[in-house]
């Protein structure tokens, strides 16, 4: 038996797997936790896997990429979570998101608290399995996770925090491995954190105009058509970072080749964007996946060779 077409979400890919495998009484949940869209848990999860592999060699440390992939998933979700639960009357005034479970009615207000606290409390198991250092490290994001729902209420720029939380992992990876943070990483996080202000810009665009009645802001109504210029700056402040890091870390000939490739992408997402096209600025978002695993590619084949 399916759910009815009103309670699947409005922005979610066609077909996905929730709205068609999953059981019917966890959908509204793993819809909260964006399950039908795992390109968030991929943008979050890519950081993460750079570090590591900017960090080491050592496939000794491969369990590590596991870990934060569950984490990733489980953060991603309560992310998710928490934000919908801040912005549930906002999401009610915008065509896209009205349909997502806490403006629909699908999950009540006091099932998503408690469906947060869950995801946390694995999401704290996974933390708690790393080193002393990167436990605090991580404990030290929170305070950037938590005001993220709330920038959108007072600057044109929530694109900044969000990539400064959202690329945490960026330091937790290295962090890992070596109990300590160094140049090397702290280049990486910052190319990731301007990647980050790239891609999530493109996403607003879908929304300009009813964030525009709600009272939502963000860097594409900021930029408005100016967004074409800045993108250059945007994503060459992250490609200028990703460089850095690769220079600090040591890494081989191999790296700068990938990377030339993953600029190559970056470039066509500039060439190609149309900031009237809400279906466009959807697919190039989601293009920064590919973007990620070149860049990973890039890294571990700069490590070996």
């Known amino acids: 038996m399916t759910d009815p077409a009103p309670s699947a979400v409005a922005d979610a890919p066609p077909e996905n797997w929730v709205d068609t495998r999953a059981p019917a009484f966890a959908r509204p949940f793993l819809r909260?936790?964006?399950?039908?869209?795992?390109?968030?848990?991929?943008?979050?999860?890519?950081?993460?896997?750079?570090?590591?592999?900017?960090?080491?060699?050592?496939?000794?440390?491969a369990g590590l990429l596991a870990l934060f992939a569950v984490g990733a998933v489980v953060m991603r979700g309560a992310g998710c979570t928490y934000n919908d639960i801040v912005d549930r009357d906002i999401d009610a005034a915008v065509a896209r998101t009205r349909s997502r479970p806490l403006p629909s009615g699908a999950v009540s207000l006091r099932a998503a608290w408690a469906f947060l606290a869950v995801q946390c409390l694995i999401g704290l198991a996974v933390l708690l399995a790393l080193n002393a250092y990167a436990i605090w490290l991580g404990f030290a994001s929170l305070a950037l996770v938590a005001v993220y729902p709330f920038m959108k209420r007072i600057t044109d720029w929530p694109q900044i925090v969000l990539g400064l939380a959202f690329n945490w992992g960026a330091l937790m990876g290295w962090a890992a491995v070596h109990g300590s943070l160094a140049a090397a990483p702290l280049a990486l996080y910052a190319g990731a954190v301007f990647w980050t202000?790239?891609?999530?810009?493109i996403y607003a665009h879908q929304d300009r105009e009813d964030d525009a009645i709600a009272g939502v802001r963000s860097s594409a109504l900021r930029l408005g058509p100016a967004t074409y210029k800045w993108m250059w700056v945007f994503y060459g402040a992250a490609l200028a970072g990703f460089a850095a890091a690769g220079a600090l870390a040591g890494l081989g000939l191999l790296f700068w080749i990938g990377?030339?490739?993953?600029?190559?992408?970056l470039v066509r997402q500039i060439r190609r964007l149309d900031i009237d096209d809400p279906s466009l600025c959807l697919q190039l978002f989601r293009g920064n996946r590919d973007f990620g695993l070149i860049l990973l590619a890039a890294i571990v084949a700069g490590q070996f060779v």
């Open 259 to 265: 990377l030339a490739a993953a600029a190559a992408h």
């Open 32 to 61: 909260l936790a964006r399950a039908d869209r795992p390109i968030g848990t991929w943008l979050l999860l890519l950081p993460c896997w750079w570090s590591v592999a900017l960090a080491t060699d050592d496939w000794r440390y």
């Open 197 to 201: 202000i790239g891609y999530d810009t």
